[in-house]
């Protein structure tokens, strides 16, 4: 097969698996057969963020701490602790940067307290080591190249439930 068709075959099944995915009756969070939120709704996608381009890899490592959490009985009982680890380096220089938190005590069906959480992360401790001299506003243009852990339990820190996906933000320096 040529290189060519090859990727046209590739983008087409990719297409056909995510349009299943947005029309099947599984909540985007979770799709069939998978623990990991889809990465694109977790940092809230805008393809026209304004900025210069920073990309990066976000890395979660999921472990329940319960299964029937009474302060996430609105989002399906599941409290989780978060390890996340990021590393990044803006399109216009080589050098990476990372950092990495604990968010203890999310729900893991909540969606907006994890993307606030991550967000928050990113511009309070990754973006000022990118942009030393300040930014007003980013946003995550495109997330893709998801990896994940499809037999974790997340019982214990030994077995969580993990992803890692590629990210790039648009930030607008000061």
Do not use: H
Not at 47 to 63: E, N, R
């Amino acid at each position: 097969m040529k290189p060519v068709t090859r990727v046209l075959l590739v983008s087409l099944v990719a297409s056909l698996l995510i349009g299943l995915t947005v029309v099947s009756d599984q909540p985007v969070w979770a799709s069939a057969g998978t623990q990991v939120p889809d990465p694109g709704a977790l940092l809230g996608v805008n393809p026209s963020a304004p900025g210069k381009k920073v990309i990066g890899t976000l890395s979660i490592f999921y472990t329940v701490v319960s299964e029937s959490s009474s302060t996430c009985a609105d989002f399906g009982g599941v409290e989780v602790d978060m390890r996340v680890a990021m590393r990044a380096k803006r399109a216009d220089a080589a050098e990476l940067r990372s950092e990495g938190e604990v968010i203890r005590g999310q729900c893991y069906f909540n969606l907006t307290a994890q993307r606030n959480a991550i967000l928050s992360l990113i511009g309070s401790q990754l973006l000022p080591k990118l942009f030393p001299n300040g930014f007003t506003s980013f946003a995550a243009k495109d997330v893709d190249n998801l990896v994940q852990d499809e037999n974790g339990q997340g019982t214990t820190d030994a077995d969580p439930f993990f992803m890692m996906t590629d990210f790039t933000l648009g930030v607008v320096p000061k």
